[in-house]
């Protein structure tokens, strides 16, 4: 399989680590993949620029031989802040961690009275808090027709043993409430575009979409993002939706694919870890 594609795309939380350590056997699979000439892109919903990512990784033991390079959602949200043309002035949704995101750039953080947007990057407690106890702040933000930038669309993910939920969650709660957003991240198309740009720039060439594999464990996000960017991808059913599979190293085809039916979504294959 490895053999077929120039280049992977491949998911951070979920596949590579679980939020507090990396799966056993997938940076040794990367290594590989790349010593066979392969380039391998973390593409990151991480509401945050690439440099905290980096940072992780290292914490976490990820090597540098596993990877040549991340682009996060982050990465992107932050380029249209940087551009102005969301406005001056915003309101921060989201833990104090993601505020590298913003640091530096000309615009200022302030009350939701002021804001010209809503930043969303996350709870502000996502250790405690759910969607629902942002019903209260989703209708003052409707009342005065705020425009959301949600900088990260994943709905829910796992840390270690828990599952938490992420800015997706509460920005669809707003979307659903008649509220607009604007999303940075799989599965929408601004990202792919950058990815493609920064795979170019890595390989030395263009890269054709057939050249290129998807890796991910999130059906609504990797799975349907790489289907909607026309390129091949590869479901990791051990990640975020394991549960619906029965054993998690021995997942029932038949479930995978009634699942991935049911979502309108396909992958040209899956497996429980990426492993090489």
């Known amino acids: 399989m490895a053999g077929r594609y120039s280049a992977l795309l491949c998911d951070v939380w979920g ?25 391998v892109l973390f593409l990151s919903n991480a509401p945050r620029p690439h440099g905290p990512v980096v940072k992780m990784f290292e914490a976490m033991g990820v090597p540098d031989a596993a990877y040549d390079g991340i682009l996060t959602s982050g ?17 921060h949704v989201g833990p104090d961690r993601d505020h590298p995101l913003f640091d530096g750039l000309a615009l200022e953080k302030t009350t939701l009275e002021e ?10 407690d996502d250790e405690t808090e759910t969607p629902e106890d942002y019903a209260g702040l989703i209708g003052e933000m409707k009342a005065r027709g705020l425009k ?16 938490i939920y992420c800015a997706g969650a ?8 008649g509220g607009e957003v604007l999303y940075f991240g799989k599965p929408h198309p601004p990202i792919y575009e950058a990815a493609f740009r920064h795979l170019e720039e890595l390989a030395g060439r263009a890269l054709d979409k057939s050249e290129i594999l ?17 390129v091949d991808v590869i479901y990791v059913t051990g990640g975020i ?36």
């Open 241 to 276: 939706a394991a549960s619906r599979f029965g054993d998690v190293m021995e997942p029932e085809l038949a479930r995978i694919a009634e699942y991935m039916e049911e979502e309108g979504t396909h992958a040209i294959g899956a497996m429980p870890r990426l492993i090489w």
């Open 148 to 163: 959301v930038i949600c900088a990260n669309p994943d709905i829910i993910v796992d840390r270690g043993e828990k599952q």
């Open 170 to 177: 509460v920005a669809e709660k707003y979307r659903k409430a």
């Open 214 to 230: 998807a890796v991910g464990d999130g059906i609504h996000t990797d799975v349907a993002g790489a289907n909607k960017a026309g």
């Open 15 to 39: 596949v590579l680590h679980n939020g507090r350590a990396p799966y056993p056997g997938v940076c040794e699979a990367l290594e590989a993949y790349r010593k066979a000439g392969g380039i």
């Open 75 to 91: 990465d992107a949200t932050r380029e249209a802040m940087a551009s102005g043309g969301l406005g001056k002035r915003f309101f």
């Open 115 to 124: 804001a010209d947007f809503v930043l969303m990057t996350g709870l502000w």
